[in-house]
């Protein structure tokens, strides 16, 4: 039987590495994110609380966090993702935010919901994903859309090589939502530099969570082909999209 909790609480945990440019329509798109929540009648409209993890940023990213006075910063010299995403959850887990209320919100009343710095989430990302989580999921896998620095033609190739819809197969941390006793119980995200994403939803899965694969709120995330953490996303893109690379390869 689905068991049903209460979310009290979202914790949105953004790593950022050198994304001055970028990170302002992030961090605007979080911001009508949770704005949509004011729409959810009290007592079931959650606290909100954003965390940016600056990791090993020698741009202006830190300038430009800090015209969002409503989110909190955390800076670090890892150069991992994994290791950023996962020191951001634990301090989002410990903020005294979670005992200045009358009662405590339990780790399942908490609902972390990852995204990243040079991505911006859909207007309904987080109440979508409350909605989902309050009929029983316990993980919430969304999808990718690349922005126009893609050519059409390798828009078109990666539309070809990703069927999305409803049960799609994919798992990006730019766009992931899970329960906080959950994901502490599959071990946190791995302090890794790549792969963090595919990790953490394996071993939720060995713990055999309810999953929902939606593609009702797609992620805008950037299409360049050099980025910032290696084996990312502009890595999958530039071998498997990329015309210049493909057409290298076909010459060969």
């Known amino acids: 039987m ?12 953004v790593p950022v590495r050198n994304e001055e440019l970028l990170l302002p329509r992030c961090l605007s798109a979080l911001t009508a994110a949770i704005d949509a929540l004011s729409a959810v009648p009290e007592p079931d409209r959650p606290r909100v609380f954003v965390l940016l993890v600056l990791d090993r940023c020698t741009d202006l990213s830190a300038r430009v966090a800090a015209h969002w006075t409503n989110f909190s910063c955390h800076e670090i010299e890892a150069g991992a993702v994994g290791v950023a995403r996962r020191v951001g959850i634990r301090r989002a887990l410990d903020l005294p935010l979670h005992s200045r209320t009358d009662v405590a919100a339990s780790a399942a009343g908490i609902w972390i919901a990852t995204t990243d710095a040079d991505s911006a989430v859909p207007p309904n990302w987080l109440v979508t994903q409350l909605a989902l989580a309050r009929n029983g999921a316990e993980l919430v896998l969304g999808t990718v859309q690349p922005d126009d620095d893609l050519a059409v033609s390798e828009l078109r190739r990666w539309e070809a090589l990703h069927t999305i819809g409803e ?23 791995a302090p890794v530099d790549r792969d963090e994403d595919v990790l953490l939803v394996a071993s939720l899965r060995d713990l055999e969570v309810t999953e929902a694969r939606t593609a009702l709120i797609p992620v805008l995330t950037s299409g360049r082909r050099v980025g910032r953490v290696p084996a990312g996303f502009a890595d999958y893109l530039r071998d498997h999209v990329d015309a210049t690379q493909l057409d290298s390869k076909a010459a060969h």
Do not use: K, Q, T, W
């Open 2 to 13: 689905i068991s049903l909790v209460s979310i009290d609480v979202v914790a949105i945990v």
């Open 167 to 189: 049960g799609h197969p994919h798992v990006h941390g730019a766009n992931l939502g899970v329960r906080a006793d959950l994901y502490l119980a599959a071990g946190e995200f």
